[in-house]
């Protein structure tokens, strides 16, 4: 691209005398002067990287550029812009087009024929929510919003469980998926969009990527734009953004897609006429911004400030990874109203716990963020926050009052919106707010309409009488888009991961194994010798349980081991095998090519060695695993230490898990265990598979977005006993040499 750069500073040269622009003084993070540079503003505004204004050589570049009439094809300069974008994605023609959403909704009426027809796209995508409710007005089309199940970004499971297929004349099949990347500052690795493509192309199913960000993801990645686009059958790249670029937008496609676009710009009122003006610019600002480094540039500065906001005691919404911070203002005790006041008393503006960086904030902006958060930290109450909510007076206010208090994207539970006087969902009907009220009551005695964790799914009520069908019904359809998940909500309910779902007293869903997996309860050779050549793959999940040691003289083996590969569970009690410790469990549980993965598994494997003298192999610890998927500042913030599998499923699969103490200390060399011990053991193995699914996952995709290898530890007992023997050693030979001083 370096090609495009000489004529560029050329312009740049002859206009720069031209422009009569004041110099301002930018200070380092560390408030020492660094660097003079001639800017129209310095930026204190937060709010979105929409907010920024053209630079010096953008201005410069104003009046370096031929202009002429777009609608006929006579703009040298905007041909030129479409040309550049194209070859920067991979992709036979583009269009410029006035703004984001225009582009967006063009791809998609364009794509689409004839209704019935629908779109797929995540629950928060700009295009479903944010549009004005375009795809129903400009292409008569239903949409499928659909919630990560991992709480970040869509992956092809997401996908293909809610694709509208066949000839079901009640439904209204899926024509086009709408991808977003990056969406909420996160990135969507590059395997999961692969793995959608290939989803969508066996099913003759167009996918679109609102790629308003995505200059972003290619600087944070460095995966070049080309490689993004060609999984995408068109894209629509904002200007306007992080790039700087006054505004604009251009959609890529084939050829006969970008005429036919074209047509639809017409009538839907974007034709423009000498565009070269802001194309010339849009044309600088890539070039300045994104070829120069600036985007990850302002990628380092917002991770800084992360990481010494969770210094501050603050935690995020989501994973730190571009240029957007989302500060969990509630679990810190801080009202979003008294931070949007604070904020503005400093001189600056922000648009709630959304905290956008862009390449015109300047280093003094930053520091007052930080003392007006530190303030409000040191202000707020112990205890974390519900809500910040005003008693409705049966007003609604415009949408803008909403943004300016709170900012908007915090989404409220159904149940408060009629009582919330920044309700961006209202006007409600009369019948509307009656029924809400209903609802509302029936939740003031306690029953529970959804799950905690995610807010879509109906359950049971936990008083005496159940909820009449109708109420759960209600309760389904009547909530909005969940809210933007807690970066500790990152796995779906059980249900959709084929895991039985059932309350717990603490209302979180409690961890079962599904049905589909069945467990066998093995008590000789014959049995075991058969159970365990029908195990399938390499990775398993692994736990042992022993009777806890009571007095000091009297030790107990290990009784039970828990194996499972995700299908079937074995659960092999020991104290009915008389024989001796079975050779072939042995030979399997020594196997350094069959991975092992537990919690505190190296104590087991300690163990095993103790009671058994066996040397166990390939052993993996959950809690090694979990800080090496989750790196973002303060998600485990504890050292190095274990992490309970307690507060693995909590965290990744939205669940608890029962660890009721008369059954993890029972008499597990019992030659008759309950049914409920049996359950116990059978449970925990098989939430140790799941989490190392889950998380082993997030490290691979984690390591393709930060492009560094992040490596899953495997622990053989035989080299701890060897590492052990050597300190041991060592301590032994300073002791005997501290003696002869």
């Given at each position: 691209?370096?090609?495009?750069?000489?004529?560029?500073?050329?312009?740049?040269?002859?206009?720069?005398?031209?422009?009569?622009?004041?110099?301002?003084?930018?200070?380092?993070?560390?408030?020492?002067?660094?660097?003079?540079?001639?800017?129209?503003?310095?930026?204190?505004?937060?709010?979105?990287?929409?907010?920024?204004?053209?630079?010096?050589?953008?201005?410069?570049?104003?009046?370096?550029?031929?202009?002429?009439?777009?609608?006929?094809?006579?703009?040298?300069?905007?041909?030129?812009?479409?040309?550049?974008?194209?070859?920067?994605?991979?992709?036979?023609?583009?269009?410029?087009?006035?703004?984001?959403?225009?582009?967006?909704?063009?791809?998609?009426?364009?794509?689409?024929?004839?209704?019935?027809?629908?779109?797929?796209?995540?629950?928060?995508?700009?295009?479903?929510?944010?549009?004005?409710?375009?795809?129903?007005?400009?292409?008569?089309?239903?949409?499928?919003?659909?919630?990560?199940?991992?709480?970040?970004?869509?992956?092809?499971?997401?996908?293909?469980?809610?694709?509208?297929?066949?000839?079901?004349?009640?439904?209204?099949?899926?024509?086009?998926?709408?991808?977003?990347?990056?969406?909420?500052?996160?990135?969507?690795?590059?395997?999961?969009?692969?793995?959608?493509?290939?989803?969508?192309?066996?099913?003759?199913?167009?996918?679109?990527?609102?790629?308003?960000?995505?200059?972003?993801?290619?600087?944070?990645?460095?995966?070049?734009?080309?490689?993004?686009?060609?999984?995408?059958?068109?894209?629509?790249?904002?200007?306007?953004?992080?790039?700087?670029?006054?505004?604009?937008?251009?959609?890529?496609?084939?050829?006969?897609?970008?005429?036919?676009?074209?047509?639809?710009?017409?009538?839907?009122?974007?034709?423009?006429?000498?565009?070269?003006?802001?194309?010339?610019?849009?044309?600088?600002?890539?070039?300045?911004?994104?070829?120069?480094?600036?985007?990850?540039?302002?990628?380092?500065?917002?991770?800084?400030l992360a990481g010494e906001l969770m210094d501050l005691g603050y935690t995020f919404q989501l994973p730190v990874q571009t240029n957007m911070i989302w500060i969990d203002l509630a679990a810190a005790g801080v009202q979003p109203s008294a931070f949007a006041l604070a904020a503005e008393k400093a001189g600056l503006r922000v648009g709630g716990g959304r905290i956008v960086l862009h390449h015109q904030i300047v280093p003094s902006a930053i520091e007052r963020l930080k003392t007006v958060l530190k303030e409000?930290?040191?202000?707020?109450?112990?205890?974390?926050?519900?809500?910040?909510?005003?008693?409705?007076?049966?007003?609604?206010?415009?949408?803008?009052?909403?943004?300016?208090?709170?900012?908007?994207?915090?989404?409220?539970?159904?149940?408060?919106?009629?009582?919330?006087?920044?309700?961006?969902?209202?006007?409600?009907?009369?019948?509307?707010?009656?029924?809400?009220?209903?609802?509302?009551?029936?939740?003031?005695?306690?029953?529970?309409?959804?799950?905690?964790?995610?807010?879509?799914?109906?359950?049971?009520?936990?008083?005496?009488?159940?909820?009449?069908?109708?109420?759960?019904?209600?309760?389904?359809?009547?909530?909005?888009?969940?809210?933007?998940?807690?970066?500790?909500?990152?796995?779906?309910?059980?249900?959709?991961?084929?895991?039985?779902?059932?309350?717990?007293?603490?209302?979180?869903?409690?961890f079962e194994y599904p049905s589909t997996c069945k467990f066998e309860y093995i008590r000789n050779t014959t049995e075991l010798d058969r159970a365990l050549g029908s195990l399938r793959g390499t990775t398993f999940g692994f736990d042992c349980e022993w009777r806890p040691q009571r007095r000091k003289n009297i030790t107990?083996?290990?009784?039970?081991?828990?194996?499972?590969?995700?299908?079937?569970?074995?659960?092999?009690?020991?104290?009915?095998?008389?024989?001796?410790?079975?050779?072939?469990?042995?030979?399997?549980?020594?196997?350094?090519?069959?991975?092992?993965?537990?919690?505190?598994?190296?104590?087991?494997?300690?163990?095993?060695?103790?009671?058994?003298?066996?040397?166990?192999?390939?052993?993996?610890?959950?809690?090694?695993?979990?800080?090496?998927?989750?790196?973002?500042?303060?998600?485990?913030?504890?050292?190095?230490?274990?992490?309970?599998?307690?507060?693995?499923?909590?965290?990744?699969?939205?669940?608890?898990?029962?660890?009721?103490?008369?059954?993890?200390?029972?008499?597990?060399?019992?030659?008759?265990?309950?049914?409920?011990?049996?359950?116990?053991?059978?449970?925990?193995?098989?939430?140790?598979?799941?989490?190392?699914?889950?998380?082993?996952?997030?490290?691979?995709?984690?390591?393709?977005?930060?492009?560094?290898?992040?490596?899953?530890?495997?622990?053989?007992?035989?080299?701890?006993?060897?590492?052990?023997?050597?300190?041991?050693?060592?301590?032994?030979?300073?002791?005997?040499?501290?003696?002869?001083?």
């Amino acid at each position: 691209m370096t090609s495009y750069l000489p004529r560029t500073s050329r312009v740049i040269s002859r206009q720069s005398r031209a422009v009569n622009l004041r110099r301002i003084t930018v200070r380092n993070m560390s408030g020492v002067d660094s660097v003079t540079a001639t800017s129209p503003t310095p930026s204190y505004d937060f709010r979105s990287d929409t907010v920024t204004t053209p630079t010096a050589s953008i201005l410069a570049s104003l009046s370096g550029y031929p202009v002429g009439d777009d609608v006929y094809h006579e703009d040298s300069t905007t041909g030129e812009l479409e040309k550049f974008v194209a070859d920067l994605t991979g992709k036979e023609s583009a269009l410029f087009v006035p703004t984001g959403t225009m582009g967006n909704q063009l791809c998609i009426r364009t794509w689409l024929t004839q209704p019935p027809h629908s779109v797929l796209c995540d629950h928060r995508a700009h295009v479903y929510a944010w549009e004005a409710g375009a795809m129903a007005m400009l292409s008569q089309a239903m949409v499928s919003p659909v919630t990560p199940s991992n709480g970040v970004y869509l992956r092809a499971e997401d996908v293909e469980a809610s694709l509208v297929l066949g000839d079901d004349i009640h439904t209204a099949p899926t024509k086009v998926i709408s991808l977003e990347n990056t969406l909420g500052g996160t990135i969507m690795p590059l395997s999961a969009i692969q793995r959608i493509a290939g989803l969508s192309k066996a099913e003759g199913i167009k996918l679109h990527l609102d790629g308003a960000r995505l200059w972003e993801a290619s600087a944070a990645t460095g995966i070049a734009m080309a490689s993004y686009g060609s999984y995408f059958d068109s894209m629509s790249l904002c200007l306007s953004k992080g790039i700087g670029a006054p505004m604009g937008s251009v959609i890529v496609g084939p050829a006969d897609f970008i005429k036919k676009a074209r047509w639809f710009r017409k009538a839907m009122g974007g034709g423009m006429r000498q565009t070269g003006i802001m194309a010339g610019a849009a044309r600088t600002a890539i070039e300045e911004v994104f070829f120069g480094g600036k985007l990850r540039e302002v990628h380092a500065r917002t991770k800084q400030l992360a990481g010494e906001l969770m210094d501050l005691g603050y935690t995020f919404q989501l994973p730190v990874q571009t240029n957007m911070i989302w500060i969990d203002l509630a679990a810190a005790g801080v009202q979003p109203s008294a931070f949007a006041l604070a904020a503005e008393k400093a001189g600056l503006r922000v648009g709630g716990g959304r905290i956008v960086l862009h390449h015109q904030i300047v280093p003094s902006a930053i520091e007052r963020l930080k003392t007006v958060l530190k303030e409000l930290k040191e202000q707020s109450p112990a205890e974390p926050l519900e809500r910040d909510y005003v008693a409705s007076k049966g007003a609604s206010v415009p949408y803008g009052s909403y943004g300016k208090t709170q900012g908007p994207f915090f989404r409220r539970p159904i149940e408060l919106l009629f009582q919330d006087d920044h309700s961006q969902h209202a006007p409600l009907s009369h019948i509307f707010m009656s029924l809400l009220r209903l609802r509302f009551s029936i939740l003031s005695k306690h029953l529970h309409l959804a799950t905690p964790t995610r807010g879509f799914y109906t359950t049971t009520a936990t008083a005496s009488s159940p909820l009449p069908p109708s109420f759960a019904a209600f309760d389904r359809i009547s909530r909005p888009k969940s809210p933007m998940p807690a970066i500790t909500q990152r796995q779906p309910p059980l249900g959709e991961m084929g895991v039985k779902e059932v309350k717990s007293a603490t209302n979180l869903p409690s961890f079962e194994y599904p049905s589909t997996c069945k467990f066998e309860y093995i008590r000789n050779t014959t049995e075991l010798d058969r159970a365990l050549g029908s195990l399938r793959g390499t990775t398993f999940g692994f736990d042992c349980e022993w009777r806890p040691q009571r007095r000091k003289n009297i030790t107990h083996k290990v009784s039970m081991i828990q194996i499972t590969d995700g299908k079937k569970i074995l659960l092999i009690h020991l104290p009915h095998i008389k024989s001796g410790f079975p050779t072939s469990l042995r030979e399997w549980i020594e196997n350094p090519n069959l991975l092992k993965a537990g919690v505190n598994i190296q104590a087991d494997g300690t163990k095993l060695h103790k009671d058994y003298g066996i040397m166990a192999e390939g052993l993996v610890e959950l809690s090694w695993v979990a800080r090496s998927a989750y790196t973002e500042p303060g998600y485990y913030n504890r050292g190095v230490g274990m992490i309970s599998l307690a507060e693995l499923t909590e965290k990744h699969l939205g669940c608890t898990v029962s660890k009721d103490s008369s059954t993890r200390c029972g008499n597990w060399e019992s030659l008759s265990l309950p049914g409920k011990m049996l359950k116990y053991a059978a449970n925990d193995v098989y939430a140790s598979w799941k989490l190392y699914e889950v998380l082993a996952t997030r490290v691979g995709e984690q390591s393709e977005i930060d492009a560094v290898e992040r490596e899953i530890k495997v622990v053989s007992i035989r080299e701890v006993l060897a590492k052990k023997a050597e300190l041991e050693a060592e301590r032994e030979f300073e002791m005997t040499a501290a003696g002869k001083v």
